[in-house]
T-cell receptor, first 115, second 112 residues
Framework: AAGVIQSPRHLIKEKRETATLKCYPI?????VYWYQQGPGQDPQFLIS???????DKGSIPDRFSAQQFSDYHSELNMSSLELGDSALYFC??????????????FGEGSWLTVV | AQSVTQLGSHVSVSEGALVLLRCNYS??????LFWYVQYPNQGLQLLLKYTTGATLVKGINGFEAEFKKSETSFHLTKPSAHMSDAAEYFCAVTPGTDKLIFGTGTRLQVFP
């Protein structure tokens, strides 16, 4: 079965540079979530989109932005990168944002290292 | 606000022994609870979830969890540990929206 696809899987950037992560949700899933997992930390919710509109916002820095496109894929843009942004970034998808208890499926994650 | 607390950041068991990973939740509304597993350098995989109905939930790989409202718990168990169960396990709850709030995780080690 198709899963959530994230690219790139690994990314190395220097401080103050910009990075873009891409996420392709499971077909027919209309909701996308972004999570950040620091080393040895639990995943922290950043932001979510439903039908191309932001549906919820968590601890996403102002330096980060995200959007969902007409084909439902999503991109997380990170600017002015800091060493502390080094983390595993997960994208996840599900069907409908208000279906409480819907399973949220995660991608393999994108490793960002800022040097 | 909803939250989950996982007791014990590390749990070690022998192969064949009972696995018990503890999760307690805090919620002002009926919670929806999940257990995810993360193998080294991999993504999060759903083990099982509780929404409504039967309080004993069976998941993949022989894991199960029981929702106990009186104890605000959702502990994860497996009767007999296997070496391949070694991983990080996260308990999670959904608040009023669909996003997941994760616990801090429990690393399970299985010794031969």
């Amino acid at each position: 079965a198709a899963g959530v696809i994230q690219s790139p899987r690994h990314l190395i950037k220097e401080k103050r540079e910009t990075a873009t992560l891409k996420c392709y949700p499971i077909p027919r899933h209309d909701t996308v979530y972004w999570y950040q997992q620091g080393p040895g930390q639990d995943p922290q919710f950043l932001i979510s989109f439903y039908e191309k509109m932001q549906s919820d916002k968590g601890s996403i820095p102002d330096r980060f932005s995200a959007q969902q496109f007409s084909d439902y894929h999503s991109e997380l843009n990170m600017s002015s990168l800091e060493l502390g942004d080094s983390a595993l970034y997960f994208c996840a998808s599900s069907t409908t944002p208000k279906g409480l208890g819907n399973t949220i499926y995660f991608g393999e994650g994108s490793w960002l290292t800022v040097v | 606000a909803q939250s989950v607390t996982q007791l014990g950041s590390h749990v070690s068991v022998s192969e064949g022994a009972l696995v018990l990973l503890r999760c307690n939740y805090s919620s002002s509304v009926p919670p929806y609870l999940f257990w995810y597993v993360q193998y080294p350098n991999q993504g999060l995989q759903l083990l099982l979830k509780y929404t409504t109905g039967a309080t004993l939930v069976k998941g993949i790989n022989g894991f199960e969890a029981e929702f106990k409202k009186s104890e605000t718990s959702f502990h994860l168990t497996k009767p007999s540990a296997h070496m391949s169960d070694a991983a990080e396990y996260f308990c999670a709850v959904t608040p009023g929206t669909d996003k997941l709030i994760f616990g801090t995780g429990t690393r399970l080690q299985v010794f031969p």
